[in-house]
Nanobody
């Protein structure tokens, strides 16, 4: 149905920036919401940021103004800029999408996960 391709992950020093991108593929896909979740060993998956079709955004409590999620473009690519990164931001980041594909109705999709490591 839908495939999510993540890019931009990697290793960055504390205080630096990193931008994650997620591109959705699939014919006749209508996106309602795209966003990012993250997970570290021993902890539950948590919301990082998400944005709706109408432009409404929501951030996790830990973001504190450091991250900015942008709407998806014509290629269905959504980006999230992360600034002032901290070691605690180290996690696997998962792209998530909620939308409608013709013949399947409203569904939720997940990317494979992209490692972000914040370390000196």
């Amino acid at each position: 149905q839908v495939q999510l391709v993540e890019s931009g992950g990697g290793t960055v020093q504390p205080g630096k920036s990193l931008t994650l991108s997620c591109t959705a593929s699939g014919s006749r896909l209508l996106i309602n919401t795209m966003g990012w979740f993250r997970q570290v060993p021993g902890k539950a998956r948590e919301l990082v940021a998400r944005i709706t079709q109408g432009g409404a955004v929501m951030y996790g409590d830990f973001v504190n103004g450091r991250f900015t999620i942008s709407p998806w473009d014509a290629q269905k690519t959504m980006t999230m800029e992360m600034k002032s990164l901290k070691p605690d931001d180290t996690a696997v980041y998962y792209c998530a999408l909620q939308g409608v594909v013709a013949g399947f109705g409203f569904q939720e999709y997940w990317g494979p996960g992209s490692q972000v490591t914040v370390s000196s």
